[in-house]
């Protein structure tokens, strides 16, 4: 039999992981062609079926999820030769997978995050999608709803409300123009509401949520946005009250498994206490923004 390369076990995966070939291709710069036929000749050289494929997705097998199991072991001890390689031993990482919004609060208040006398490391990925710990990709993720996953310890943290926004005095002659995220990335309930409520006046789409609130307060028209990031902005104005049905709860979501190791709690007892201080704020109670 033909070796395997590790570069074919990579892409094995990013593919097990996202769930199918589109999200792996973004993931690693490769068509979804390329990956599916990386992942037949795969197949081919084990001489086993790695995954079932439908038009929702690709679900691995037994015999995938074994090689996934197999695979998961292999990459904690070549990500820790790595870091021995470049001088890091002894410092750990601890990955957050976060959505964006909270990334952006987070990375405003880092320094309470990880201090100057912590030897951790922090690594963040930030994406709409559910954050994924079931099989090791992160450490700690903050998810919108509480885990059912049996493998999985959560910390509630508190709700999160949603307004629409606009520029600050802006006004429009006729109805208000509306932004969104396109379709394509529009994979949370307040990223899917303006196309749900007002398809027709939506003038422009961006593929990023950051973007938004850019248009938003360009005056390009009014945007949905997490009340904890258009209220704590003085160049923004809510249009109207909160939008009652996409409030939701949050969580913190550790590995069982891991909850115990000193750095992973630590940062998650953090992450609870920064959400904690905020609480107010994310639940749309307007502070002063003069505060």
């Not at 870091?83 to 208040?109: D, F, H, M, P, Y």
């Not at 996409?246 to 953090?270: F, P, Y």
């Amino acid at each position: 039999m033909k070796d395997i390369t590790w570069d074919a076990y990579q892409l094995f995966l990013a593919v097990a992981r996202h769930g199918g070939l589109s999200a792996a291709a973004e993931a690693t710069g490769l068509s979804a062609a390329t990956l599916g036929r990386r992942m037949v000749e795969l197949e081919h050289a084990l001489g086993r079926e790695l995954f079932l494929r439908s038009q929702t997705g690709y679900r691995l097998t037994s015999d995938g999820s074994q090689l996934l199991e197999h695979l998961l072991e292999l990459e904690v001890g070549s990500r820790r030769v790595e870091e021995w390689r470049r001088g890091k031993a002894g410092q750990s990482l601890v990955r957050i997978s976060l959505g964006t919004w909270i990334a952006w609060l987070l990375c405003q208040n880092m320094a309470v995050i990880r201090t100057p006398r912590d030897e951790f490391r922090i690594d963040l990925h930030v994406a709409e999608q559910r954050a994924r710990l079931s099989h090791r990709e992160s450490d700690i993720g903050i998810r919108a709803f509480e885990p059912e996953e049996p493998n999985l310890a959560a910390i509630p943290a508190g709700e999160v409300a949603y307004a629409a926004y606009k520029a600050r005095n802006r006004e429009w002659m006729g109805p208000e123009p509306w932004v969104a995220v396109d379709d394509e990335n529009a994979v949370s309930a307040y990223l899917r509401w303006p196309r749900q409520n007002a398809p027709e006046r939506i003038v422009a789409t961006v593929n990023r949520p950051r973007s938004l609130r850019d248009l938003v307060r360009a005056g390009a028209g009014v945007g949905v946005l997490p009340c904890f990031v258009g209220d704590l902005d003085p160049t923004l104005e809510r249009v109207g009250e909160e939008i009652p049905e996409l409030r939701h709860r949050q969580w913190i979501v550790i590995n069982n498994d891991d909850r115990h190791r000193s750095d992973i709690r630590l940062v998650a007892d953090r992450l609870a206490k920064l959400l904690k201080s905020h609480r107010d704020v994310l639940a749309g109670k307007r502070p002063s923004t003069s505060s």
